[in-house]
């Protein structure tokens, strides 16, 4: 089977990394650090290794947070404050200072709710250009030149979001740009509560098989930070993971079967998969036979081989994904404002 024509379809950088494995992993760094009780990943991607995954060489950070699912405010917070230091370390990076003038731009559609995050995220950001332009004098300390708009999508607009963009940045003279796109994943933990944030810009639509023209430094000629939630997965993704849940499930019965605790469970049992272990290759073939033992890359792309030509390899999203782009739309807006004006971090402002 010639499986080569079937790309894996992820916007996230470390889960390409994880499935496509490359010679050149001592050029990948990886680091990790804690903020309020959060785990964030730091991953930066040499040229070599952007070519063999797909991806572009930078700087990437994810912020991995169950508070979309839980919707509790104050982990909600925590993720915001996480998020917040981020986006501050990428701005640094980048040379962006608070005498910067920025743009920030909301990709998608706003008439459909899982691509909807990137408007409804400018619907809560704070703009201050006009105030700069009417009354300079009048403008506070800590306060940032910031504008925003969302440029909708092709198909409403007729016209390449990446064409209104640089015409926009070419009007108004800005000095960087933070876009905000729905994504696209390959692990179905991932759905609205993974947050990526990279220098290295954006192909809008790349993650669903629609790609656009690319938004970053390169193109546009001023840096670009993209801030990207997975709110998607297709069905390629939703077999691989449920058959994956199905092995550790197998394999958690084998290894707890004669423990007193099993025989007093009445009807479906619970369980935490993330330390749930797969089972041993010889168990994983007994179960599934050749398709058990295949590496993680092969399996999605024979799904995919499987799916797709008959449109069935859908793009699926959560039940529950209004309230989960409402409550990602606040972390991100607000993470946005606290790191672009700092009367508004130290909390002189709300």
Request: charged share 25%.
């Amino acid at each position: 089977m010639n499986l080569e024509k079937f790309q894996i379809r992820t916007d996230l950088a470390f889960e390409a990394l994880d499935l496509k494995k490359t010679a050149y992993a001592n050029e990948v760094i990886n680091e990790e650090f804690e903020e309020g009780n959060l785990i964030i990943k730091r991953t930066v991607i040499s040229e070599n290794v952007g070519k063999e995954i797909g991806k572009k060489p930078g700087l990437y950070y994810v912020l991995d947070t169950k508070a979309i699912k839980t919707h509790d405010h104050d982990e909600l917070k925590k993720c915001e404050n996480a998020l917040t230091k981020i986006i501050k370390e990428v701005l640094r990076a980048e040379g962006v200072t608070e005498k910067s003038k920025g743009l920030v731009v909301g990709l998608g559609n706003i008439n459909v709710t899982p691509d909807s995050l990137g408007p409804v995220v400018i619907d809560n950001v704070i703009v201050t250009r006009h105030m700069f332009l009417l009354n300079p004098e009048e403008v506070s300390e800590g306060i940032s030149d910031v504008s925003a708009f969302a440029p909708g999508v092709m198909g409403n607009t007729g016209i390449e979001t990446y064409d209104i963009i640089e015409a926009v940045v070419n009007k108004i003279k800005v000095d960087y740009l933070i876009v905000v796109d729905a994504l696209a994943a390959r692990s179905l933990a991932r759905v609205n509560r993974t947050i990526q944030v990279t220098n290295t810009g954006i192909s809008p639509g790349s993650g669903v098989g629609n790609s656009r023209k690319e938004i970053s430094k390169e193109t546009m000629g001023i840096p670009v930070i993209a801030i990207g939630v997975p709110t998607v997965v297709d069905a390629a993704t939703i077999a691989n993971d449920t058959l994956d849940l199905l092995l550790r499930y197998l394999n958690y019965k084998l290894e707890n079967q004669n423990r007193p605790h099993q025989n007093v469970i009445v009807g479906p049992e619970k369980i935490n998969f993330e330390e749930a272990k797969l089972p041993t290759e010889e168990y994983r073939k007994e179960f599934m036979g050749e398709f058990g033992v295949l590496s993680e890359e092969d399996k999605m792309k024979l799904l995919e081989e499987v799916l797709t030509p008959n449109g069935f390899n859908m793009m699926v999203t959560p039940k529950e994904v209004d309230l989960d782009i409402s409550d990602l739309s606040e972390v991100i807006s607000g993470a946005i404002d606290r790191s672009l004006h700092t009367i508004v971090d130290n909390g002189i402002i709300a």
